[in-house]
């Protein structure tokens, strides 16, 4: 059947007793899109995606995968292949064993799995890995055999639950580029599980930010950062002031909960003249914390409160604590939030 989504949930609740761990939530997911559920731990990023997967079923609403009610169907009746944290090999199987267990099940025919398998150890770049056990790999490697033996079915779908989660900094960094870089390769659908901020706006071409089952916000990278729509997207993408009451409208001259990004904020000597159609307030610096490419600010202001600004590293001069100064912001970088 033809349709313009891969995956829709239409007003999907999962309860546990008194628990909602996903509360009414309804979004589309496109064809080909790398499409990530972010949010903290218990928010119900994995709930979402195990009723994807038909692992769950849901309490009430229904979930539909490319035109079709899948509702109430086994995970073996859907398009939709699970890559987990603990990779899930099997120990005593070899890489390519491994990889061609599930062509191996539906009986295809030896040449034609060894050819797929070969096609698969180029695409996640571990060709000559063939005849390793599982534990002869690094984390990183473990994850691509995974992966590879996730897609050699061609689903039309793949569902990965923080994926990179065991992987230490540097190689989950390094993995986010090659699992995007292999998404657009093989233009499958990815539905990626993920608390963590930075693998969310690197990687996908939308985020849901999840909080409390339920979902406070859908956009691109760039929107969700850019545009945050509540206090809580806010805060967990990045970081963020917050300015409310009385406070924010002296400030700004808007009502209601402002947030401004502490790099959106200029910070000059107290002398120093604001160019026009800027807003700026006065304050002192409390704290510097020096952090590489960029300085952070704590800035108390003289009307009260304090903000946080963040300025990248151009030159050497650091202002000391203490320094009087002031703030300056473009009003088009003011959010209101709900
Ligand atoms: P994490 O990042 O820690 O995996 P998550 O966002 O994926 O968290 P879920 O695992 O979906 O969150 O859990 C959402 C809520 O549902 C949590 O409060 C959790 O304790 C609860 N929950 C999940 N599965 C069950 C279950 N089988 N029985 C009872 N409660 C559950």
């Given at each position: 059947m033809q349709s313009d989504y891969a995956v829709r949930l239409d007003r999907v609740s999962r309860h546990f007793g008194d628990v909602?761990?996903?509360?009414?939530v309804t979004f589309d997911i496109a064809d080909g899109e790398f499409f990530t559920m972010l949010?903290?731990?218990?928010?119900?990023k994995t709930t979402c995606l195990r009723l994807i997967a038909g692992f769950d079923q849901p309490t009430s609403g229904r979930v539909f995968l490319h035109g079709q009610?899948?509702?109430?169907?086994?995970?073996?009746?859907?398009?939709v292949n699970t890559v987990f944290?603990?990779?899930?090999?099997?120990?005593?199987?070899n890489v390519a064993d491994n990889i061609a267990y599930g062509l191996m099940i539906r009986k295809v025919p030896k040449p034609e799995r060894m050819r797929r398998v070969r096609e698969m150890l180029d695409l996640v770049q571990l060709?000559?890995?063939?005849?390793?056990?599982?534990?002869?790999?690094?984390g990183g490697q473990r994850q691509r055999v995974a992966l590879a033996r996730a897609l050699i079915n061609h689903p039309r779908v793949l569902l990965l639950d923080e994926?990179?989660?065991?992987?230490d900094l540097k190689l989950r960094q390094q993995m986010q580029i090659e699992l995007k870089a292999i998404q657009k390769k093989v233009g499958i659908t990815f539905v990626f599980v993920t608390h963590d901020q930075e693998e969310a706006l690197t990687m996908s071409d939308r985020i849901a930010v999840f909080n409390q089952g339920k979902v406070e916000q859908i956009g691109t990278p760039e929107e969700m950062y850019?545009?945050?729509?509540t206090v809580f997207v806010a805060g967990f993408l990045g970081t963020s002031n917050l300015l409310s009451g009385e406070h924010a409208r002296a400030l700004?001259?808007?009502?209601?909960t402002i947030s401004i990004r502490p790099e959106k904020i200029r910070i000059c000597t107290a002398d120093e003249r604001v160019a026009e159609g800027l807003q700026s307030a006065r304050g002192v610096v409390r704290d510097v914390v020096y952090l590489g490419t960029h300085t952070r600010y704590l800035v108390e202001l003289d009307s009260g409160g304090d903000l946080v600004v963040i300025e990248q590293?151009?030159?050497?001069?650091e202002l000391p604590r203490g320094q009087r100064v002031t703030l300056a912001w473009h009003p088009e970088h003011l959010r209101r939030l709900a």
């Open positions: 909602r761990a996903v509360d009414d949010g903290p731990s218990g928010s119900g009610d899948v509702t109430g169907k086994p995970p073996y009746e859907r398009d944290q603990d990779y899930a090999l099997f120990p005593h199987m060709s000559g890995f063939e005849q390793r056990k599982p534990s002869q790999l690094s994926p990179l989660g065991a992987l850019e545009k945050p729509a700004t001259g808007l009502a209601g590293n151009l030159d050497s001069h």
